[in-house]
């Protein structure tokens, strides 16, 4: 290339740039799942612990939060007043547990390595009015959002029926 000219970019590399593009907007913004058992329910892969604050900050009502607890221990650190909106933390792969559970007394806590034992505990809190957000982040990100992902369609089918 001589000096001073740009790179210029071949359909090739647009497309895949933009493939790209669209597959990291895709990965990091909050989606809406419909109703399950009453509940609002709402899933965000690899959020951001300012975003994913913000956010349970601005929901109407109280959140049942589904994510590792790394996660959790970030947005419980970052932002100490999140837990007066939590209804609920419910926990897989339990790294940081006891800091957890001590900055959130008040807070309904339960851990599990299996999503869904998780979400049989929403189960029975479903008369309560809430919403369900499920994060998933890190390596196993894409794998924990398909067995959410599963789960809710299979149960959102039962609960109709």
């Known amino acids: 290339m001589k000096f001073g000219m740009k790179e210029t970019k ?3 590399n647009l497309i895949d740039v933009r493939s790209e593009s ?3 907007l895709q990965s990091s913004q ?3 799942h419909g109703k399950l058992w009453g509940l609002d329910v709402f899933s965000w ?3 951001t612990v ?3 604050a913000s956010t349970i900050h601005s929901f109407p009502f109280h959140v049942n939060l589904i994510g590792n607890t790394s996660l959790l221990f970030e947005l419980l650190t970052h932002d100490k007043t999140v837990s007066t909106n939590l209804n609920m933390l419910l926990c897989y792969q339990n790294e940081h547990k006891i800091a957890i559970e001590s900055n959130t007394s008040h807070v309904s806590f339960f851990e599990s390595n299996d999503v869904q034992e998780l979400f049989k505990k929403v189960y029975e809190i479903r008369s309560t009015k809430a919403i ?3 994060c998933s982040d890190g390596i196993d ?3 924990l959002q398909n067995a959410f992902n599963n789960y809710l369609s299979i149960h959102q089918i039962n609960a109709v029926k």
């Open 132 to 134: 369900v957000l499920f």
């Open 45 to 47: 892969q690899n959020p």
């Open 141 to 143: 990100s894409e794998y």
């Open 50 to 52: 300012e975003l994913l």
């Open 10 to 12: 071949t359909p090739n």
């Open 22 to 24: 669209l597959k990291s």
């Open 30 to 32: 909050l989606r809406a």
